[in-house]
């Protein structure tokens, strides 16, 4: 067996938007040499030289792959200890600020986009979940949808600001995805959209998904109950969540305050 079978199997597991992700890294020629290498007559100085080509996503796939031959029974021992894997050094995820995202708004010509930032902004979704937002998902001002990603619930209010824009781009429809523009494009060229916008804005360290960081982090700032917040997000995961809002700037209130309202 080679590696190409074991990194097919692997490349076919998870939701549609995983496997997209994996296919992404699965596609660069640098995995080309280890598809057609013998499972058991791999050394680790072939893992080396695939990880020196790649970053952390590369990482974590070939892990995954040694696993899933490990697992299958196609090798008896890891090809390379953890120990000897290099070093990545990972790359600090900031949250955008309100300022950022103002000046980004206001320098989008597309109506499209400046709904799509909004949306990011007030709900904090990913934005393959917010490019598909759909007409009918919207209930009032309560807008309920199935992440992508694991399929977990995530419903929160909208505030009337962002209830205009949507019924704005809807024009009168009842049903379809609110920016079928934008749910058309890819996830990889939104992104890079993005950029573009953020280097005429002379904005650095943030990308869309800084957006979900941002929401976190206020939601965090503001006091909302975790359980809470775990919902509107559609984390399953209080450690996970905890990740996303470990930036927020928060300030205890004057102990003697409290003090004062409880006897009131």
């Given at each position: 067996?080679?590696?190409e079978s074991l990194i097919n199997i692997y490349a076919s597991t998870g939701k549609p938007v995983t496997q997209q992700r994996?296919?992404?890294?699965?596609?660069?020629?640098?995995?080309?040499?280890?598809?057609?290498?013998?499972?058991?007559?791999?050394?680790?100085?072939?893992?080396?030289?695939?990880?020196?080509?790649?970053?952390?996503?590369t990482q974590i796939y070939l892990s995954a792959v040694q696993q899933l031959a490990l697992d299958i029974g196609a090798r008896t021992h890891v090809v390379l200890p953890r120990k000897m894997w290099p070093k990545i050094t990972k790359v600090t995820k900031r949250a955008i600020t309100e300022n950022e995202h103002r000046t980004l708004c206001s320098n989008m010509q597309s109506r499209?986009?400046?709904?799509?930032?909004?949306?990011?902004?007030?709900?904090?979704?990913a934005q393959s979940d917010a490019a598909s937002f759909r007409i009918e998902k919207l209930k009032?001002?309560?807008?309920?949808?199935?992440?992508?990603?694991t399929g977990r619930r995530a419903a929160q209010r909208i505030s009337k600001q962002l209830q205009r824009m949507l019924a704005s781009v809807a024009a009168q429809r009842t049903q379809g995805y609110f920016l079928p523009m934008l749910e058309r494009t890819c996830a990889k060229d939104r992104a890079s959209m993005f950029r573009r916008a953020c280097i005429r804005c002379n904005i650095v360290g943030v990308t869309l998904h800084s957006y979900r960081y941002a929401w976190a982090e206020r939601a965090f700032s503001e006091g909302m109950p975790e359980r809470l917040a775990m919902i509107a997000l559609g984390?399953?995961?209080?450690?996970?969540?905890?990740?996303y809002a470990k930036g927020a700037n928060v300030v205890a209130p004057c102990l003697s305050d409290c003090e004062n309202v409880e006897e009131n």
């Open positions: 067996m080679n590696w994996k296919a992404n890294e699965f596609k660069h020629s640098r995995w080309d040499r280890l598809r057609k290498l013998e499972v058991d007559q791999t050394s680790g100085t072939d893992f080396l030289d695939l990880m020196h080509q790649g970053g952390q996503m499209s986009w400046r709904t799509f930032l909004q949306i990011l902004w007030e709900t904090g979704a009032g001002d309560i807008l309920e949808y199935n992440r992508m990603k984390h399953n995961s209080a450690a996970i969540h905890r990740v």
